[in-house]
């Protein structure tokens, strides 16, 4: 691939200036990569920012965010090393719309990009205006139904300025130069919105859908689950129905009424192969227009066996502090605490698994790393409660401690599980970080969060929604088994990494599939799948899953020096540098 491939790329994301979730995971995989740097000449990431959210801002502005601001108008951002060109063009734009603008760089791995906020919320009312009568006049995108929300209204007011910002500091880029603006989820579309307004052929606009936000309201919304919405999708799919014909009318949803416009895009990207179904489901143009695969990326990097022995003695070591006895086993379940990640059928498999390791006098230890607080707990909070009552091991709802989800799960499902129960012991960390600092004496002085990684055994990620996954298989390059749901996006990722042979790592858990006596015929026979129904379904497939676990767990060191070597075969086909040169590339390269 020729250096400088594609003059400029301009990312279009809520995730701009600061990483948050899942797609500041992708962006850093990406701009970080050899390369994408080595085929693409520039690249701006663009998006709005939310001046009243202190925390935000004081992330932004932390030396591990690596931002150095060029320009700016919003308070606290020093500058004086902008063009003059430049500064002047973003001024004449504030003036005009009556927004405010950061311009700078920031770092990703070895490398460093253009970004461009905006403070839109108090956008002047005629340029807001006559942008949305346009998108209804050309696209029937229904703004004034949906502008009392604070997320749509946020997102769309950053369309216009800055599309116009990009331009003003692009000024040197020959008029020829070819451009592409990629949207990031339904988040990024308003950008793309106003290149497609003004037919600006200079620019090819793509929708990345990191996920279909319809599809994950109907899996999340129902007792249902993955269970009932994938067999309704495979049957509307085989028999030509759409979403809107089984599930009535979703226009109501201001995601779903932004991404039925994201047909206008000149190209459409899907993270994983099921995602390019739901986007298939919702009818209309999305029936037959082009969407190609671009996965994510999976951390490789090289680990030794003797790394992954020295990072699992200091799990063992942890759980040997909590539980007062070594386990033979170490299971680990990094996310976040929100219902599609479906923890309780982790507990479910564990269930199972207890009757086998108790015969063969085998114990396991699972940290569930989990937490429904956006930043974490204090950390004298915690070493006041581990002296209290024993955190991570209790947990309190009354003081700060379990937040929301976290009681429920912990209450109801966690507490349960372990009466009776000697072979198998769940620990919930609802905590930030992974070190003595913030988790507690008990914690090993040396642990650090990469041990949580490579010490383990096995990750689970059994997901009911789960565009890609990326969490789920980080333990992949250290020899882990990785225990996921076929709704996951990473397995169509793993099956082709594996170019058809056996990937001993992966233990594909099916919670879709349904016996044939089941009689379900068209997608409305599946609506009648409900809570009750899944739940029997998943009894039984749990047990499927735990007797996979128990065949395959190591043994000894030459079992576990094996699965490393397989994981990490495995894990390089599914690299950054895979997904740029053999995904991302080819994909740009059709606009």
């Given amino acids: 691939m020729p250096s400088q491939h594609i003059p400029l790329v301009v990312h279009a994301t809520q995730e701009a200036g600061l990483k948050l979730g899942g797609i500041g995971a992708v962006l850093d995989g990406l701009l970080g990569s050899p ?14 920012i939310n001046t009243w959210n202190i925390i935000e801002k004081e992330r932004l502005t932390a030396s591990a965010n690596r931002l150095r601001t060029i320009y700016s108008s919003l308070p606290g951002f020093e500058w004086n090393d902008a063009p003059e060109e430049v500064a002047m063009a973003l001024q004449e734009i504030e003036r005009r719309m009556n927004v405010h603008f950061l ?5 990703f791995g070895r490398y460093e990009h253009e970004i461009i906020l905006v403070d839109a919320g108090a956008i002047a009312g005629e340029t807001i205006n006559s942008y949305k009568y346009s998108l209804w006049q050309h696209w029937g995108l229904p703004c004034s139904l949906h502008e009392s929300n604070w997320e749509f209204s946020f997102v769309l007011n950053a ?19 070819q451009r592409h603006i990629i949207a990031h989820e339904w988040l990024g579309l308003p950008v793309a919105f106003s290149a497609a307004l003004r037919a600006d052929r200079r620019y090819k606009t793509i929708f990345y859908a990191h996920e279909v936000a319809t599809a994950r309201l109907l899996v999340e919304g129902d007792g249902g689950h993955d269970t009932r919405f994938y067999n309704v999708l495979r049957l509307g799919r085989e028999q030509g129905v759409a979403l809107d014909q089984v599930f009535g009318d979703q226009s109501w949803f ?3 009424a932004m991404i039925l416009r994201a047909g206008v895009c000149d190209r459409i990207f899907a993270v994983g192969d099921l995602v390019v179904d739901e986007l298939r489901f919702l009818g209309g143009v999305f029936w037959d227009k082009p969407i190609d695969l671009v996965y994510n990326g999976v951390p490789a990097a090289p680990i030794s066996l003797e790394q992954k022995l020295a990072s699992r003695e200091l799990m063992l070591q942890y759980a040997e502090n909590l539980y007062g006895f070594r386990p033979d086993y170490i299971f680990t379940h990094v996310t976040r605490m929100v219902p599609s990640k479906a923890l309780w059928r982790d507990v479910r498999v564990l269930e199972h698994l207890e009757w086998t390791l108790a015969a063969q006098g085998k114990r396991a230890v699972t940290f569930m790393v989990s937490t429904a607080s956006p930043s974490g707990r204090r950390a004298e909070d915690v070493f006041r409660w581990e002296t209290e009552y024993g955190w991570p091991l209790g947990h309190r709802g009354d003081n700060g401690d379990l937040e929301r989800e976290e009681n429920a799960f912990f209450y109801h499902v966690l507490e349960p599980f372990h009466w009776g129960r000697s072979a198998n012991k769940i620990c919930l960390v609802n905590q930030f970080g992974w070190e003595r600092d913030r988790c507690g004496w008990r914690m090993p002085e040396a642990m650090r969060f990469a041990d949580l990684r490579a010490g383990t ?7 009911i929604y789960e565009p890609f996954g990326i969490a789920q298989v980080e333990p992949l390059s250290s020899g882990a088994l990785c225990v996921v749901s076929n709704v996951c996006g990473c397995v169509g990722f793993l099956d082709r990494a594996a170019a058809g042979q ?23 026979d599946a609506l009648r799948i409900d809570e009750p129904i899944r739940n029997s379904l998943e009894g039984r497939n749990s047990y499927l899953v735990a007797q996979q676990i ?3 767990l190591p043994q000894n060191d030459d079992d576990r020096r094996s699965l490393l070597e397989a994981g990490q075969r495995t894990a390089a086909g599914m690299s950054w540098e895979v997904v740029v040169k053999d995904y991302l590339l080819p994909a740009l390269g059709k606009c």
């Fill in 502 to 524: 056996p990937n001993p790592n992966l233990i594909v858990a099916d919670y879709v599939s349904v016996p044939a006596d089941w009689n379900l015929w068209s997608p409305w």
């Fill in 103 to 107: 311009y700078g760089v920031r770092g």
């Fill in 35 to 48: 390369a994408y740097n080595e085929a693409v000449g520039r690249s701006i990431l663009v998006g709005p």
């Fill in 254 to 256: 201001y995601k779903h």
């Fill in 457 to 463: 055994d096995l990750e689970f990620g059994q997901s």
């Fill in 550 to 552: 128990a065949a395959r």
């Fill in 159 to 177: 369309g216009e300025p800055l599309y116009e910002a990009v331009n003003a500091v692009t000024g040197d880029l020959s008029p020829t130069a």
